[in-house]
């Protein structure tokens, strides 16, 4: 039989991941917000789409854990959550461990000039504070593996978990840039190259848990500073700090000045493409 048309639905599914895709990296690299209103005429302007697009996108970022709505209420991106951190990073670990198991075996010498090159990129990067040069020679890194790995599964998963992560590391990066990730990355190799599988993966997930430790403790300082701030406040208890609202949480506050020039910053988007 022929094949049946199908232009209009694949159009539709390319528009799709087309506002997925953006609207995923706006909110990864904080174009959007932490706790930023999603509104559908914004969106759809931004983005030349229309709203059918933009509402799939939309629900597909919610499973993913960045976005989420209140019906009838609001739709917004997602706000830092230190239990949703806590719960990601042990299954990201688990996950970028089992890739190394599985990929040690079957590393070619490519493989491992990959690793060394994006291990050199990333520490270049620490060194002079270029977040995304860095996270995307993270990202580089432990790719190999995960490639290697010939698991089709795994990045799949991945795919859906590691967005929130590296948006927490861009969000949090200046408490992170002294990690020992360089050193870590230096002896996953070395324990690669000797052929040791599962202490690859040990170091592998244990490099990853080092990560969301640090992460944890950015949100520990945060809480203690807000305790401190509502201790100190006495007379004024009840009032907005400075330029905030009152009873906003902090991170709607702060997505509210985001939120009066988006507008604008998304049309300069528009007019530069």
Excluded: C
């Amino acid at each position: 039989m022929p094949v049946p048309e199908r232009i209009d639905a694949l159009d539709r599914d390319l528009l799709r991941d087309r506002a997925y895709h953006a609207l995923r990296d706006a909110i990864v690299d904080g174009t959007l917000a932490p706790g930023e209103r999603l509104r559908d005429a914004e969106l759809t302007r931004w983005l030349g789409l229309s709203r059918t697009p933009v509402r799939e996108a939309l629900a597909r970022l919610e499973l993913d854990g960045l976005v989420e709505t209140a019906p009838q209420r609001f739709t917004r991106v997602t706000p830092l959550d230190r239990r949703a951190a806590r719960d990601a990073f042990p299954l990201v670990a688990a996950l970028h461990a089992l890739a190394a198991e599985l990929a040690v075996p079957r590393l070619t010498a490519s493989d491992f000039a990959d690793m060394l090159d994006a291990n050199d990129r990333f520490s270049g990067s620490l060194r002079n504070n270029k977040v995304e040069q860095a996270l995307a020679a993270d990202d580089d890194f432990h790719a190999v593996f995960v490639r290697a790995s010939a698991n089709a599964e795994l990045p799949r998963a991945l795919d859906r978990l590691m967005p929130g992560i590296r948006r927490l590391e861009r969000l949090r990066f200046g408490s992170l840039a002294g990690r020992a990730s360089v050193r870590d990355h230096d002896d996953i190799v070395r324990l690669a190259t000797d052929g040791e599988a599962a202490e690859t993966a040990a170091k592998v997930r244990e490099n990853w848990l080092t990560l969301g430790a640090l992460i944890d403790r950015t949100f520990a300082a945060e809480d203690t500073h807000a305790a401190g701030g509502i201790a100190g406040r006495g007379a004024t208890d009840g009032a907005p700090a400075a330029g905030g609202i009152a009873g906003r949480d902090p991170a709607e506050t702060r997505a509210v000045g985001a939120g009066n020039d988006i507008a604008g910053h998304r049309h300069e988007d528009k007019e530069r493409r």
